[in-house]
């Protein structure tokens, strides 16, 4: 709807200046799109955001002064005293972050049940109280890729103590990886999206 919007005829004519932020949702947002909606629809607060009818309808959502990368590439974090996890849509079991599976919420947002349908609404929340999605979804880890300065060495466990005291334990990358050089654009512009591409690769096949 927002790129409808953004190419329809007389979009010009229109004022948009009192407009401050929105939301997006159902499909993911080309970075080229969600730069338009903050700029020529006066948007720069605008968020992702994830759920269903049944949850009422919002579980994740960016937020509205996170970058504009993490904007377009994930559907951002649980809201307030919303649960929510990962499991295995076969057995059920929780699954690890880097592991895709079942999303699956809880939280006084889901409904109660579908109108005199118990049967779906037994397939759809389970004994627990968690709606199961039927979406695919996975949490992400962060990786840091270092380049050392020419006849530097260093091993991951220096990296991890150079980290602490500068940054929140819960912010020191999980993974580690040396690298003599990243991939560019030809204006010299780390590609971060070829990064997560070679490594995601690596771990996933773990």
């Given at each position: 709807m927002f790129i409808a919007i953004l190419n329809h005829p007389d979009?010009?004519?229109?004022?948009?200046?009192?407009?401050?932020?929105?939301?997006?949702?159902?499909?993911?947002?080309?970075?080229?799109?969600?730069?338009?909606?903050?700029?020529?629809?006066?948007?720069?607060?605008?968020?992702?955001?994830?759920?269903?009818?049944?949850?009422?309808?919002?579980?994740?959502?960016?937020?509205?002064?996170?970058?504009?990368?993490?904007?377009?590439?994930?559907?951002?974090?649980?809201?307030?005293?919303?649960?929510?996890?990962?499991?295995?849509?076969?057995?059920?079991e929780d699954l690890s972050p880097d592991i895709q599976g079942e999303i699956v919420t809880r939280s006084a947002c889901v409904m109660k049940g579908y109108y005199k349908m118990p049967e779906a609404t037994a397939e759809a929340i389970d004994k627990d109280k968690w709606l199961h999605t039927g979406d695919l979804g996975e949490g992400e880890q962060v990786l840091a890729a270092i380049q050392l300065k020419a006849g530097q060495t260093a091993s991951p466990e220096e990296f991890v103590e150079f980290c602490r005291g500068k940054i929140a334990r819960h912010k020191i990358p999980k993974y580690r990886e040396f690298v003599d050089g990243y991939p560019t654009t030809a204006s010299g512009k780390i590609q971060k999206f070829k990064m997560k591409e070679i490594f995601s690769h690596k771990y996933y096949q773990k």
């Amino acid at each position: 709807m927002f790129i409808a919007i953004l190419n329809h005829p007389d979009f010009d004519k229109y004022d948009m200046t009192s407009l401050r932020t929105g939301i997006m949702a159902e499909a993911p947002c080309p970075i080229e799109t969600m730069n338009q909606v903050r700029t020529k629809m006066h948007c720069p607060e605008i968020v992702i955001a994830f759920g269903q009818t049944e949850s009422a309808p919002v579980m994740t959502m960016t937020r509205r002064d996170d970058p504009i990368e993490l904007r377009v590439s994930t559907v951002g974090r649980l809201l307030p005293d919303i649960e929510g996890k990962i499991i295995d849509p076969e057995s059920g079991e929780d699954l690890s972050p880097d592991i895709q599976g079942e999303i699956v919420t809880r939280s006084a947002c889901v409904m109660k049940g579908y109108y005199k349908m118990p049967e779906a609404t037994a397939e759809a929340i389970d004994k627990d109280k968690w709606l199961h999605t039927g979406d695919l979804g996975e949490g992400e880890q962060v990786l840091a890729a270092i380049q050392l300065k020419a006849g530097q060495t260093a091993s991951p466990e220096e990296f991890v103590e150079f980290c602490r005291g500068k940054i929140a334990r819960h912010k020191i990358p999980k993974y580690r990886e040396f690298v003599d050089g990243y991939p560019t654009t030809a204006s010299g512009k780390i590609q971060k999206f070829k990064m997560k591409e070679i490594f995601s690769h690596k771990y996933y096949q773990k």
